[in-house]
């Protein structure tokens, strides 16, 4: 299906077109979130918003063409990862016995894994909000936004090989603090 026949079919609320659009740019946001610490229920709830989102902006007329469909269903979709992840950030201290466990529609989970992952995020997340700076901008920058180290170098005004450095040390201590959250849990 070309771009032109694609913008058609969404103009027409043609399910072949949202379908296409599942089959074709889904695989690569499920990549992007997955690759990005992301569960598959996660990348399957990116997939769904980030195609409804765009799928709206076309019927709204909002959509303005600046280069291939293709490319702004991916970016929707690594935003809406970005701004999920940042959501879950900036409430990192909600603690486990308040969670709605809803393991019906994940099919065989096992608990202590659940529970175990559900630690390690709460501890990331309380470990950056502990790292302070520059390493949280760094980690942000490199990690969650995927800006390459050269053009943060230069946005930083930091040699490349210092910034490797830089950034190996603050995972490092990423790493520290988050360890020591999970021993005190």
């Known amino acids: 299906m070309t771009e032109s026949e694609l913008l058609a079919g969404i103009q027409r609320k043609d399910n072949q077109a949202f379908r296409y659009m599942?089959?074709?740019?889904?695989?690569?946001?499920?990549?992007?979130?997955?690759?990005?610490?992301g569960s598959r229920a996660?990348?399957?709830?990116?997939?769904?918003?980030?195609?409804?989102?765009?799928w709206q902006k076309v019927q709204e007329g909002k959509y303005e063409s600046q280069g291939k469909l293709q490319n702004y269903v991916i970016q929707v979709g690594r935003n809406t990862w970005l701004e999920?992840?940042?959501?879950?950030?900036?409430?990192?201290?909600?603690?486990?016995e308040n969670k709605e466990w809803q393991l019906a529609d994940e099919?065989?989970?096992?608990?202590?894994?659940?529970?175990e992952k559900y630690k390690?995020?709460?501890?990331l997340y309380v470990g950056l909000s502990k790292l302070?700076?520059?390493?949280?901008?760094l980690i942000q920058l490199f990690h969650f936004e995927e800006i390459p180290l050269k053009e943060i170098a230069e946005q930083q005004q930091i040699e490349y090989g210092s910034l490797r450095k830089r950034i190996f040390?603050?995972?490092k201590k990423l790493q520290k603090l988050a360890k020591g959250v999970i021993s005190n849990q």
Request: net charge negative.
């Open 42 to 54: 996660d990348a399957d709830e990116v997939i769904q918003e980030s195609l409804l989102k765009v």
């Open 22 to 37: 599942y089959e074709n740019f889904g695989p690569k946001i499920l990549g992007y979130v997955m690759k990005n610490s």
């Open 169 to 171: 040390d603050c995972r």
């Open 120 to 123: 390690s995020l709460d501890a």
């Open 132 to 137: 302070g700076e520059p390493c949280n901008s």
């Open 107 to 115: 099919g065989e989970v096992d608990l202590h894994q659940k529970i």
């Open 84 to 96: 999920t992840l940042r959501n879950r950030r900036r409430k990192p201290t909600d603690q486990l």
